[in-house]
């Protein structure tokens, strides 16, 4: 697969456009408000004619044959990435009774077993070749019919992640995905989808990606190579809420919802949102990012709901981990309680992640077809 580095945060590739737009259809019906300017999102290829700030003119491409999506796969480097905390990076840079004996911090008593080790070449990520069938996938998709193994026999270790080294925690992330598998494979299989496991990179300092530069304090599913990155300083993001980063299993729903977006591209959610973005109004793109955001927040709650038993967290445990979902917030994260973001606020952002943690069933998480203010 063709791939070039398009955008991504610090990324320094000019704003390009693809060529042959998209013909067919139209957005769902009552997702469209008032069309409006489209300013291109970071990553995000600007659509046909679109003159970037500052006067500067989108590289003019070569025509090319193919299908549409493809060439808004590729423009995409395959979706580019979706970042867990874009709005927190661009803000910190401007009970139960408890079950014992408990898994000791890096402790993982019951390790995936029965799943494919990461995979670092995967296969291509599927397209809808029409609009009619990017509308189906979005909000009739396969995967929505499928249900997870409730408990699953996959521990997750106890880790402080503020205090551990880069290889600790990637071998700890690394580990995590195997659970992961351990309870989404069989599932996105049944659904007639391939999941390749994406192998996690922790980094410390600025990394390039197949999606661009990506900065610190964050965490990024990169569809451009199907991998996550993790920053060793991630925690920091919760600066206004600081208590948020020494809850266990922090970093257990962040690459969840990480792999939530893994998920979202292997059933080609990911693209046939992107594909309708490109055709709506900046604000009207914002809805359909929410509900990609929050659906991996979803999926998320679903993965802990599945191995929460096995890892033997207590009521407090899971409660708290209600705050961490509620702490990137777009309006908890800029501290602008009406703050327009891309992932939602940390109310939405808590209630979707909760669906998910009450249920085994992967349809509780299709944001596609509720009002908007549900995932405002």
């Known amino acids: 697969m063709t791939q070039q580095p398009w955008g991504g945060q610090g990324a320094q590739q000019p704003w390009q456009r693809t060529t042959g737009q998209p013909a067919w259809g139209q957005p769902p019906a009552g997702w469209s408000q008032p069309p409006g300017q489209f300013g291109a999102r ?70 995936p077993v029965g799943v494919p080790e990461p995979d670092f070449d995967p296969p291509e990520l599927p397209m809808p070749k029409t609009f009619d069938e990017a509308e189906q996938w979005l909000v009739d998709n396969a995967i929505y019919q499928q249900s997870v193994e409730v408990p699953t026999n ?60 990506l900065e610190t304090h964050n965490a990024v599913y990169c569809s451009g190579d199907q991998r996550v990155y993790y920053a060793t300083d ?93 702490a990137i917030g777009d309006d908890i994260l800029t501290g602008q309680p009406d703050f327009e973001g891309d992932h939602g606020l940390g109310a939405n952002r808590e209630r979707w992640f909760v669906t998910g943690v009450s249920s085994n069933q992967a349809g509780v998480c299709n944001t596609w077809v509720v009002p908007n203010n549900e995932v405002r």
């Not at 995905?177 to 496991?197: H, K």
């Open 234 to 326: 991630l925690h920091e993001v919760f600066r206004r809420t600081p208590e948020v980063a020494t809850i266990q299993f922090m970093a257990d729903v962040v690459i969840g919802h990480e792999f939530g977006h893994a998920i979202q591209a292997r059933t080609g959610i990911l693209i046939s949102s992107v594909a309708f973005e490109q055709r709506l109004s900046e604000a009207d793109a914002l809805w359909f990012s929410r509900r990609s955001e929050q659906q991996a927040d979803c999926f998320s709650g679903v993965f802990i709901n599945a191995v929460s038993q096995a890892s033997q967290m207590s009521g407090d445990e899971l409660q708290a981990l209600r705050q961490v979902a509620h």
């Open 154 to 213: 996959c521990t997750l270790g106890r880790m402080d992640v503020v205090g551990a080294d880069a290889q600790e925690l990637e071998d700890h992330l690394n580990n995590l995905t195997g659970c992961l598998m351990m309870v989404w494979q069989a599932p996105m299989e049944r659904a007639g989808f391939v999941m390749p496991r994406p192998p996690v990179t922790v980094y410390s300092q600025p990394i390039t990606t197949a999606c661009g530069s």
């Open 42 to 111: 970071p990553g995000y290829p600007a659509p046909q004619g679109y003159t970037a700030p500052g006067g500067f003119q989108p590289q003019q491409q070569p025509p090319r044959k193919g299908s549409p999506f493809k060439l808004i796969l590729l423009g995409l480097v395959a979706v580019i990435a979706v970042g867990f905390f874009f709005v927190s990076l661009m803000n910190y840079l401007n009970g139960d009774e408890q079950v014992t004996p408990l898994p000791q911090p890096g402790q993982t008593s019951a390790p």
